[in-house]
């Protein structure tokens, strides 16, 4: 029977098969000239890499305004003047209010946008990110006007982005469209009576009382009770004052009547003055148009552009982190904006 050997470098062998005897010799040689092929599909593949990525960065700084699409939405293609929608779809929250961050800036530059439609589908997010796009939004309803259409759901931190619309602006929601929802949730869940029964006992090493406030495995103490009371208190307040100023029909007082976390049909919306009237997505563009006595231009769609390294490589998802990356990011308390109740559980957004 052969027999099988395997060689290092220099080191021969002799295979004797059916009576023919069969010397194999490995030299130095052969395995440096392995060893150099190895080493430069290796250093070709990093060159490669490298290449790619710097092509994806020049992608993204020179590409379709700075890595803006603009997609054609309706009206004359060829028409100087423009409108433009961003989408507001999903929660409220990283990486998604990086890319309308984008969007808006661009809106803001291009002296070819005159108009913007805010075409809002969330149930709100972030407290500090929905504050963040207000804030932003805020600025471009001061250069050009600034409208708004609800879509199924405009709640919460949702509502709160559709402020930035101002007194000049108007709000559109369609029929069967959800709004309102307004205030803010700590996302907190008390496990302590399972913690017992389990006999699980949580002692965290703290430097304050308050280190580990929201611990699930224990009562929130009275003192920590007021300390969250403040924080929420804060951010509540800033939501009412936002929609007081911009809603011409309301005034403190009748915010904070409407401002029990409740969900409001587009009727009652209409009716309570939180939003000017019922309508589609179509509607709000000519009622934008009409403010701006525009009667040919074109209406472009905002994403933001993927880069070419993402589409090569594909970009990094949720499902690749890891399982202690998300059991810490689900510890951290956050101030939320939010229609639910349970706001760990947080949906796409484009």
Same mark, same amino acid.
């Given at each position: ?22 010397r194999?010799?490995?030299s ?49 293609r ?10 507001? !779809? ?6 998604? %209010? *990086? #890319?309308?961050?984008?969007?808006? @800036?661009?809106?803001? $530059? /291009? ?37 708004v ?5 405009a ?30 949730i ?20 703290v ?5 580990? !406030? ?6 929130l %103490? *009275? #003192?920590?009770?007021?300390?969250? @009371?403040?924080?929420? $208190? /804060? ?95 689900a ?20």
């Open positions: 029977m052969p027999q099988e050997h395997s060689m290092s470098p220099g080191e021969s062998t002799t295979v004797t098969a059916n009576s023919v005897v069969i194999v010799e490995a130095d040689s052969t395995w440096k000239s392995t060893g150099k092929r190895l080493l430069v599909t290796v250093l070709s593949a990093s060159i490669l890499m490298n290449v790619v990525f710097l092509l994806s960065k020049a992608a993204e700084s020179t590409g379709p305004a700075n890595g803006i699409n603009q997609v054609h939405h309706s009206g004359n060829k028409a100087t003047s423009k409108l433009a929608v961003i989408n507001f !779809s999903g929660t409220i929250m990283p990486p998604y %209010t *990086e #890319r309308w961050l984008k969007q808006i @800036k661009h809106a803001i $530059d /291009d002296d070819t946008i005159k108009g913007v439609l805010l075409a809002i589908d969330s149930p709100g997010g972030l407290v500090a990110d929905s504050h963040q796009l207000y804030y932003e939004l805020k600025k471009l309803s001061d250069k050009k006007p600034v409208y259409a609800m879509k199924r759901l709640a919460s931190g949702g509502y709160y982005i559709a402020m930035a619309s101002g007194n000049s602006g108007r709000i559109f929601a369609e029929p069967t469209t959800w709004t309102g929802s307004i205030g803010v700590v996302p907190r869940y008390n496990a302590s009576e399972l913690a017992n029964k389990i006999g699980v006992t949580v002692e965290p090493l430097t304050g009382p308050l280190k580990d !406030s929201l611990n699930p495995f224990r009562d %103490t *009275e #003192r920590e009770q007021e300390v969250w @009371k403040a924080i929420l $208190d /804060d951010s509540f307040v800033r939501f009412v004052g936002v929609i007081e100023q911009n809603r011409p029909k309301l005034n403190e007082e009748q915010v904070r009547e409407l401002a029990t976390g409740q969900i409001y049909t587009a009727n009652q919306a209409v009716k309570s003055g939180l939003v000017d009237e019922i309508g589609y997505e179509e509607d709000a563009l000519a009622a934008l148009a009409k403010s701006l006595s525009l009667t040919d231009y074109e209406t472009v769609e905002y994403s933001v552009a993927p880069g070419l390294f993402d589409m090569l490589l594909g970009a990094k998802t949720e499902s690749t982190t890891s399982v202690m990356e998300q059991i810490l990011d510890s951290v308390p956050k101030a939320m904006y939010y229609c639910s109740w349970n706001p760990w559980v947080a949906g796409s957004a484009k």
